[in-house]
């Protein structure tokens, strides 16, 4: 690229993205001859034009060495968690989850599904395992050993849990069981299991220390 168009580009670049938008905007009304009257349409398309136009950019400035940073969440930590089978009835959840939050129990995650005649089994994924353990006792809740397992969290993109997947099974470990959902504002939450027997190795696969 020529040293004056390059030092044009550097320039348009460093205007605001509005002034960038109202001078597209202005040589969309002279392209139409001057001609009043189609200011807002002029406007519209030019914002239209200048954010693809970002977009764009900003996919091709994505290096290999970028790319290969985003192919794992931005976090994945060990967690603990506990079940308990419970009656598969109208108000055992409430009962449970309200009992909790008296105890000031946060949860980082929650998964029930029957289990059973008339039984159901609730997974519970604490925050402070030390005083879960302890207010789960204090209701009269019986809990299952610890288990371990992983939270999963990062931004909410086509494979990001595939990601994840390949580098287990390119390990041989088996899932157990995964679950994950979009939170929100470009991000999602997840949490995975494996056998117990195969947690460690997991752990070092998906790079925690």
């Known amino acids: 690229m020529p040293a004056p168009a390059r030092a044009k580009k550097l320039a348009i670049e460093e205007l605001s993205l509005e002034e960038r938008i109202r001078r597209r905007a202005h040589e969309l009304y002279v392209e139409r001859g001057n001609e009043s009257g189609s200011e807002l349409d002029d406007w519209l398309q030019a914002e239209e034009e200048i954010q693809r136009a970002e977009e764009q950019s900003g996919r091709q400035e994505l ?3 970028a790319k290969d940073e985003t192919t794992m969440p931005s976090e994945i930590r060990p967690i603990d968690y506990y079940y308990a ?4 009835k109208s108000g055992t959840a409430t009962r449970i ?3 909790l939050q008296q105890a000031g129990i946060n949860l980082l995650g929650v998964s029930a599904f ?3 005649a008339r039984r159901s089994q609730v997974d519970l994924i604490p925050e402070d395992s030390a005083a879960f353990v302890q207010a789960a006792k204090s209701a009269g809740l019986i809990l299952s050993r610890r288990k371990r397992g992983f939270l999963l969290q990062g931004d909410d993109r086509p494979g990001a849990i595939a990601e994840i997947t390949q580098k287990l099974a390119q390990a041989n470990i088996n899932i157990t069981s995964v679950q994950a959902f979009c939170a929100g ?3 999602y939450g997840g949490m995975l299991w494996v056998k117990q027997t195969n947690f460690r190795k997991a752990a070092k696969v ?3 220390g």
């Open 63 to 65: 290096t290999p060495a």
């Open 206 to 208: 998906l790079g925690i």
């Open 85 to 88: 089978t419970v009656p598969d």
């Open 97 to 99: 989850f309200s009992t």
């Open 185 to 187: 504002s470009g991000r």
């Open 114 to 116: 029957p289990h059973g």
